[in-house]
């Protein structure tokens, strides 16, 4: 009985968090998605661990959203890009912070699409700078205007 409770509170302090920071951990599930060939429970299980901090429910679900449509998120991205430019040139923060930005703006309806774009970018801001936090802003712009 005091497991239920344990794991009932685990799971409010986990999901009681900011949008902002839940959308940081799916970046992070995603970032690390792109060197393994591990499933996102799995990256998600590890990850806890490492990190000692619960991730939560939001972040490992859209995380696994992303892994489940990546190959259309990746055409969105591609169809995006500027002539002679290829996905592979983008940086891996900046591919996982477009992956999750193009879910959400795809596949979550109750997330104002200028709110995954301008959360993108402030995330881009704080990990890559201001080139490819422009750069993300233009390639989220352009898909957001195709929506």
């Known amino acids: 009985m005091c497991e239920n409770n344990t794991n009932t509170a685990e799971n409010k302090d986990r999901n009681n968090i900011s949008r902002y920071k839940m959308r940081e951990q799916a970046f992070f ?33 859209c995380a696994k959203g992303v892994s489940e449509h990546r190959d259309e998120i990746d055409e969105k991205i591609s169809a ?3 002539q002679g430019w290829k996905i ?4 891996k923060i900046s591919l996982a912070l477009l992956r999750v930005a193009i879910y959400e703006m795809l596949y979550q309806d109750d997330i104002p699409v200028s709110v995954s774009i301008n959360e993108a970018v402030e995330l881009a801001k704080k990990y890559t700078g201001e080139d490819d936090s422009a750069f993300v802003n233009g390639v989220l712009g352009a898909i957001a205007k195709e929506l």
């Open 88 to 91: 592979s040139r983008i940086s």
């Open 80 to 82: 995006n890009l500027k």
């Open 29 to 61: 599930l995603c970032f690390e998605a792109l060197f393994t060939d591990a499933d996102i429970d799995e990256i998600a299980d590890n990850a806890g661990d490492a990190r000692d901090e619960f991730l939560s429910d939001y972040a490992i679900e």
